[in-house]
Each structure stands twice: as structure tokens, then as C-alpha cells.
């Protein structure tokens, strides 16, 4: 199994609709959970990070764990054709290692 | 933009050569990680420096080595190229003493024929 799963999409939604963007990890001893956003050619970007079971919101983000389940997800409310990318989900570890998924492609179609 | 400068930001080597990549860290940052990024696939780590120690190490051969200096820029170095070298190389810089949000410089693309 590998230690941080995602599906690799491409994910389509329409312009205005949420994005929900999903993660499952095997570490149950992983703290730290972050959302990168990387464009085409480019490298991530930290959007979202959070260390505590529930919802973090920042703008027209929101960022969901839940240990016990061990998923953490991504929503993102009124997609726009801007959040087109792809979206790496992240996990801490020791000696602030971060271990990456393969990450989820995104598609917003105006 | 993070702050986190890399060089260069192409190269192509040949098979068996040796590489040196730069990155400068954000301001305010001591630690340094370094990633390889092959294409379709998230950023894999390397190894991480704090205090110019390497302070935790990925699956890599020792080929791959690095250094960190006292203004806390790092070079990745990497001996005796392969083609499967060939990748997106990305550097983060974070602060040690506070939670481990990382931030990545732009990249350096590495091209082995």
C-alpha cells in the first residue's frame, strides 16, 4: 500500500461547482497534512495545511481530516478555470520529511 | 513567489557525469529539503539539511549528495548520472522550530542523455 493515495483524475468540474479532492494515508502516526497545487511545468504550491481532525477554511478553501478514517480532502468552492492543476496531497513526518501523493489532476471547464 | 531561488533552471549532462544544483532558502528559514520530481509522479525526498548537518535521508544512493552553508543555501549533488536522474529537481526551505510547512523554490529540470 502505498503511504499516501490519491486518484489521479483528470477530475472535471463544471465553472462555479465545488472540487472535492480526496486523500487516504496508511500512516496513522502522520501530524501534519498539507495541500500543494502545481501547475503545468511548474513547482508546488502550499495552499492548505492542517494538523487537527476537522475543517480549516481559508478563502474558498477547505481543507477536512479525519484521523481515525485517515483521509484528508480538499473542497474548493466556486471552481474557477484558474484552479485547473494538479493537486498534491502531502504528509509530515519526521525530521519534517514530507511524503507526496502522485497527486490529482484537475479540470474546471468554463 | 516563496523566496526560494534555484540554479539553474535547465541542464542536460550526459550519462556518468556530475551535476551541482544551487538553492537559496526564504528569508527568516535554517532548514532545507531537497525533492526529485519525475514526470507524472509527486515529489519524491531526498534528504534534508538543518545546521549544515543532513538530518534525514530518503530512499537514495549516496550519489546523491549535498551541503548546506552557514547563510543556509544548499547544493544537491549528484555523481555518475543515469538516465532515470533525469527530473524535475525542487528545493524547500522551512523553519525547523516552528510546524513543517514547506516551501519550494521553482525547480531545476534536469535532462541525462
Known amino acids: 500500500q502505498k503511504e499516501v493515495e490519491q486518484n489521479s483524475g483528470p477530475l472535471s468540474v463544471p465553472e462555479g461547482a465545488i472540487a472535492s479532492l480526496n486523500c487516504t494515508y496508511s500512516d496513522r502516526g502522520s501530524q501534519s497534512f498539507f495541500w500543494y497545487r502545481q501547475y503545468s511545468g511548474k513547482s508546488p504550491e502550499l495552499i492548505m495545511f492542517?494538523?487537527?481532525?476537522g475543517d480549516k477554511e481559508d478563502g474558498r478553501f477547505t481543507a477536512q481530516l479525519n484521523k481515525a478514517s485517515q483521509y484528508v480532502s480538499l473542497l474548493i468552492r466556486d471552481s474557477q478555470p484558474s484552479d485547473s492543476a494538479t493537486y498534491l496531497c502531502?504528509?509530515?513526518?519526521?525530521?519534517?520529511?514530507?511524503?507526496f501523493g502522485t497527486g490529482t489532476k484537475l479540470q474546471v471547464i468554463p | 513567489e516563496t523566496g526560494v531561488t534555484q540554479s539553474p533552471t535547465h541542464l542536460i549532462k550526459t550519462r556518468g557525469q556530475q551535476v551541482t544544483l544551487r538553492c537559496s532558502s526564504q528569508?527568516?528559514?535554517?532548514?532545507v529539503s531537497w525533492y526529485q520530481q519525475a514526470l507524472g509522479q509527486g515529489p519524491q525526498f531526498i534528504f534534508q539539511?538543518?545546521?549544515?548537518?543532513?538530518?534525514g535521508r530518503g530512499n537514495f544512493p549516496p550519489r546523491f549528495s549535498g551541503l548546506q552553508f552557514p547563510n543556509y543555501s544548499s547544493e544537491l549533488n549528484v555523481n555518475a548520472l543515469e538516465l532515470d536522474d533525469s527530473a524535475l529537481y525542487l528545493c524547500a526551505s522551512s523553519f525547523s522550530g516552528g510546524v513543517y510547512e514547506q516551501y519550494f523554490g521553482p525547480g531545476t529540470r534536469l535532462t541525462v542523455t
Open positions: 492542517i494538523y487537527s481532525n
Open positions: 539539511y538543518y545546521r549544515e548537518e543532513e538530518n
Open positions: 502531502a504528509l509530515g513526518g519526521g525530521y519534517q520529511k514530507v511524503t
Open positions: 528569508s527568516g528559514h535554517n532548514t
